[in-house]
């Protein structure tokens, strides 16, 4: 199992432009979330999803969108980006909602000018 | 509103002697806690979950304690290593949707 992938591993990009940052998992867990991590601040969760077709926001989803079409994968959007979401973003997954051990992805650094 | 706290930023202790780290949180009622490893430039790694009915819990050289009453857990590793340097986070369980972490304390074991 390769467990959870993300892609890419880093980003750079200009204010305003839009662009998705991939994410999978092959162990076939419902829960899937978004989370941002930041210096001194922990991570915080975006978006996420518990199971395919239903999404819900997280503590910081201004300027996020998320889909959940399979259960394998869950792609986070960016509309526009901003010098503020310049942040090392990481993809988790569960079992299922509420199962407590979450397995993350290994990250995609991302750098907004 | 609901907080967590890891004590300290950075921890430094000599290869041989037991890391403590605490987290601590407010205005929470946690039905358990956990523990992850976070290498640099990876994800956070599941290390240990303790709930709140459990005084103390161990995985090899690895004890958690949660005391439910201070709102305080305290991660021991013992006879620690330099291949335990990473940074360490707490996480309390959603309430309201989010799953919370702390901040994160990064500990450096010297040889």
């Known amino acids: 199992n390769a467990g959870v992938t993300q892609t890419p591993k880093f980003q750079v990009l200009k204010t305003g432009q839009s662009m998705t940052l991939q994410c999978a998992q092959d162990?076939?867990?419902?829960?899937m979330s978004w989370y941002r991590q930041d210096p001194g601040m922990g991570l915080r969760l975006i978006h996420y999803?518990?199971?395919?077709?239903?999404?819900d926001q997280g503590e910081v989803p201004n300027g996020y969108n998320v889909s959940r079409s399979t259960t394998e994968d869950f792609p986070l959007r960016l509309l526009s980006a901003a010098p503020s979401q310049t942040s090392v973003y990481f993809c988790?997954?569960?079992?299922?909602?509420?199962?407590?051990?979450?397995?993350f992805g290994p990250g995609t650094r991302l750098t907004v000018t | 509103s609901q907080k967590i706290e890891q004590n300290s930023e950075a921890l430094n202790i000599q290869e041989g002697k037991t890391a403590t780290l605490t987290c601590n949180y407010t205005n929470y009622s946690p039905a358990y806690l956990q523990w992850y490893r976070q290498d640099p430039g990876r994800g956070p790694v599941f290390l240990l979950l303790i709930r709140e009915n459990e005084k103390e819990k161990r995985k090899e050289r690895l004890k958690v304690t949660f005391d439910t009453t201070l709102k305080q857990s305290l991660f021991h590793i013992t006879a620690s290593q330099p291949a335990d340097s990473a940074t360490y986070l707490c996480a309390l369980p959603p309430t309201n949707n989010d799953m919370r972490f702390g901040a994160g304390t990064r500990l450096t074991v010297k040889p």
């Open positions: 162990m076939n867990h419902e829960y």
């Open positions: 988790a997954s569960s079992r299922e909602y509420r199962v407590p051990e979450q397995y």
């Open positions: 999803s518990v199971g395919a077709g239903i999404t």
